[in-house]
């Protein structure tokens, strides 16, 4: 490294043990770090300008003499704001540095392709962060995570036959919102945010890779790789929902027959309840022999797709989405079918797992700007 390099690696490496510190002294960084006081000195500076830290606290210490400042690390000094947009609902989520959700809200409204619709994502925004009180010098951008293919580079819906957004650009979703934008394929925001709870923000699984399955409305996927999601050169890595579960079986919204997405899509469960699907999990708990049997049903289709994924993939699966909200009383059932499919005798409690985040889309459009903001401190 160059003696540019060398300074932006030391001025990370104290931001991060600050951060991880959470309090710290010169002399704890110092020694921690192996790096000189000036050096160290220097970037506390450069933080305490830019309001990430502060340097008002002194520890008391039990020896006679001066105690020393201590350095306090601010989660709030910088927000980011995710948006996901889905055929039925538009949900929004402020997270901090850290990426704790500061606030959200949720509004059930049916996508459009109209002005009307943008001028709405563009309201609901502007609200959240007045209502917050937020500095908008702190607001560093807003990751908007759509239904469909995304070309994220070019800002743009390649694919978008679910709610009829495809051709739709970044500059059509942020017209009315006025903070700098980024748009994002909502799985690889669902993917992203579990990249960032097995970092060192913490842990869902203790493992960098893993294979994250989205069983919503639509089924999809993302191959989380290191510190992001492996799209491939055809940005389609991860569709799952439209490998073949049952040849010539029913009609995808793709226009094929037999993919994933009408058999393990939650779609499937909540049109037996009018399109509710806590009904349809209320009545299955209090024992109605018709949903029992669409669950079963269901369940082993489930069971065939992630066994496939962990085939192919061979490492760690998370399960997500709106399944996760209700799998928890079922998931040894849905270990158990399998296990009786995987032909290596594996148990599929060592490699599946159940995603921590309860607002994975939003948060995780959110922390696109939280990372890109990390790599350049």
């Keep these: 490294m160059d003696s540019r390099d060398i300074k932006i690696d030391n001025r990370q490496r104290i931001y991060r043990y600050i951060r991880k510190k959470k309090v710290a002294t010169k002399k704890d960084i110092a020694t921690g770090l192996g790096l000189s006081l000036p050096t160290v000195t220097q970037n506390l500076k450069r933080f305490l300008e830019n309001g990430l830290i502060s340097g008002e606290e002194k520890l008391e210490i039990k020896s006679d003499g001066r105690n020393p400042v201590a350095y ?15 055929r039925n609902h538009i949900r929004l989520a402020l997270v901090d540095i850290d990426g704790n959700i500061m606030a959200s809200v949720e509004k059930k409204h049916v996508f459009e392709r109209s002005g009307k619709y943008m001028k709405l994502l563009g309201r609901l925004v502007q609200d959240m962060v007045d209502a917050a009180g937020v500095d908008e010098s702190k607001l560093l951008g807003v990751g908007i995570a759509v239904t469909g293919l995304v070309d994220e580079e070019a800002g743009k819906v ?19 919102i006025p903070y700098p934008t980024k748009l994002i394929h909502d799985t690889n925001a669902y993917g992203f945010c579990e990249v960032w709870l097995s970092s060192d923000m913490g842990s869902i699984t203790g493992l960098p890779d893993a294979f994250y399955v989205n069983i919503s409305n639509s089924v999809g996927g993302a191959m989380l790789r290191g510190e992001g999601v492996f799209l491939g050169d055809g940005l389609y890595s991860g569709e ?9 079986g029913l009609v995808c919204y793709c226009g094929h027959k037999g993919c994933a997405d009408p058999y393990c899509s939650v779609e499937r469960l909540s049109s037996h309840t009018g399109g509710e699907l806590d009904a349809f999990f209320e009545r299955l708990a209090k024992g109605d022999k018709k949903m029992r049997k669409v669950w079963d049903e269901y369940l082993d289709y489930v069971a065939m797709l992630l066994c ?5 993939w061979g490492g760690s699966v998370i399960l997500g989405g709106y399944l996760r909200d209700y799998i928890d009383d079922y998931a040894e059932d849905l270990m158990d079918r399998i296990d009786r499919r995987n032909p290596f005798g594996e148990k599929a409690s ?17 922390l696109y700007y939280i990372k890109e903001f990390l790599d350049k401190i």
């Excluded at 978008?160 to 739709?168: H, T």
């Excluded at 496939?308 to 192919?312: A, F, K, L, P, S």
């Excluded at 060592?350 to 959110?366: D, F, I, Q, W």
Aim: aromatic share 10%.
């Design 350 to 366: 060592g490699y599946l797992y159940l995603s921590n985040n309860r607002k994975p889309v939003e948060t995780g459009a959110a």
């Design 158 to 176: 390649i694919y978008g036959k679910i709610v009829d957004n495809e051709g739709l650009t970044r500059e059509d979703y942020s017209k009315y």
């Design 240 to 248: 799952i929902g439209h490998t073949t579960l049952v040849p010539g």
């Design 72 to 86: 306090r690390y601010l989660n709030e000094a910088k927000v980011a704001v995710g948006v996901s947009s889905t």
């Design 308 to 312: 496939n994924v962990r085939m192919i």
